[in-house]
């Protein structure tokens, strides 16, 4: 069976999570690395889901105090380079997305190492939101192809975004009921799963208990079933 599902998630919670058991909102993000892990190997063994998108830094989280940003930074090369053999061994393509130059030589490098050392994988693809936005990659997009002659089409403006491909399941952990600036263009037709959990808690059974409410959905696509 094709897989076909193109699950993206907002990982929340991390901060609020720490706070609760008196600890520094960074043990939150370091135990939230974790968790990404562990969806992300339970995803590349799924036989349903193609793609994970995960929302990892936003462009407006830079708006944080220097030292949580500073972290956030230190945790992504920290992981990235400690996790480059899992994501091998699952059979795993790291493709980020969002305007990476933002960032620090030496985190640029290791972004496009891992990029590059996952190219031949051909199981799931995470797709790293990194520095994204949707505003901001909207505009990127309008940038590229600005210069075009003929009349933009669906197709030509969704090929000129980082992220390409439609969302099936959107997933926001955190109790919060809203989207972030997050894939907007994308989720046009997905279907939205707001849960109260904290993203360090969630777990491989709660997205087997989302997947299994998202296949009882009737997805009508604005037709009639
Ligand atoms: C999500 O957790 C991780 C990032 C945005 C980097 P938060 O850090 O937003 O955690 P809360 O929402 O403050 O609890
Ligand atoms: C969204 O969470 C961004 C990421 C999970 C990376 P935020 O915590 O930044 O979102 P708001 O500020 O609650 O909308
Ligand atoms: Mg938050």
Redesign the pocket.
């Given at each position: 069976m094709n897989k076909t599902y193109h699950v993206a998630m907002?990982?929340?919670?991390?901060?609020?999570?720490?706070?609760a058991r008196g600890e520094k909102?960074v043990n939150?993000?370091e135990e939230?690395a974790r968790v990404v892990r562990d969806i992300t190997t339970f995803c590349s063994n799924h036989p349903d889901i193609e793609r994970l998108t995960l929302?990892?830094?936003?462009t407006e989280?830079w708006k944080?105090p220097r030292l949580?940003v500073e972290f956030?930074m230190k945790l992504l090369e920290r992981y990235l380079k400690n996790e480059l053999q899992t994501y091998i061994n699952n059979n795993v393509r790291f493709e980020p997305i969002g305007d990476i130059r933002a960032f620090s030589k030496s985190l640029q490098k290791t972004i496009k190492e891992v990029e590059e050392k996952t190219a031949h994988c051909d199981g799931l693809v995470q797709n790293l939101a990194l520095n994204y936005g949707s505003h901001d990659e909207i505009l990127r997009a309008i940038n590229i192809l600005k210069s075009e002659k003929e009349d933009i089409t669906e197709e030509m403006f969704s090929n000129a975004l980082d992220c390409k491909h439609q969302v099936d399941i959107m997933i926001r952990t955190?109790g919060?009921h809203r989207i972030s600036n997050f894939l907007l263009w994308q989720i046009s037709y997905a279907e939205l799963f707001f849960i109260d959990t904290?993203?360090p808690d969630f777990t491989a059974d709660e997205l087997s208990g989302i997947l299994a409410d998202f296949k009882t959905r009737d997805r009508r696509f604005g037709g009639l079933n």
């Open positions: 907002i990982m929340d919670g991390n901060g609020r999570w720490a706070e909102r939150g993000h939230g929302y990892a830094f936003s989280n944080r949580e956030l955190g919060d904290l993203w």
